[in-house]
């Protein structure tokens, strides 16, 4: 099983951009599909983007369809979440999560590896 550190994360003001890392040890990265989830203070932690482990089609909740892009370098072990045009309402904890069984990417429980997460604070 891999194991996931989160980076990247910081202070940006609104319409800004940031961009997460997730680097995961092991050899079996390829095999995992990736995803982005996200919590802010109160509220049930939700999805955020997902990829396959293979064919990297990749999947993305409505609320941020158009500004983030995710991606994943096989080579490097990590996955990246490019956040662009940055809402308030964007500021959470950031978890990347890894998976190697299919079903409903955008559920937390399909997932059986997480990191610990990294803070993403968005200013007016």
């Known amino acids: 099983q891999v194991q996931l550190v989160e980076s990247g994360g910081g202070l940006v003001q609104a319409g800004g951009s940031l961009r997460l890392s997730c680097a995961a040890t092991?050899?079996?990265?390829?095999?995992?599909?990736m995803a982005w989830f996200r919590q802010a203070p109160g509220k049930d932690r939700e999805f955020v983007s997902y990829i396959t482990r293979s064919t990297g089609s990749t999947y993305y909740a409505d609320s941020v369809k158009g500004r983030f892009t995710i991606s994943r370098d096989n080579a490097k072990n990590t996955v990246y979440l490019q956040m662009n045009s940055l809402k308030t309402e964007d500021t959470a904890v950031y978890y990347c999560?890894?998976?190697?069984?299919?079903?409903?990417?955008?559920?937390?429980?399909?997932?059986?590896?997480w990191g610990q997460g990294t803070q993403v604070t968005v200013s007016p």
């Open positions: 999560a890894g998976r190697r069984s299919g079903g409903s990417y955008y559920l937390l429980a399909e997932y059986d590896t």
């Open positions: 092991g050899r079996t990265f390829s095999t995992y599909g």
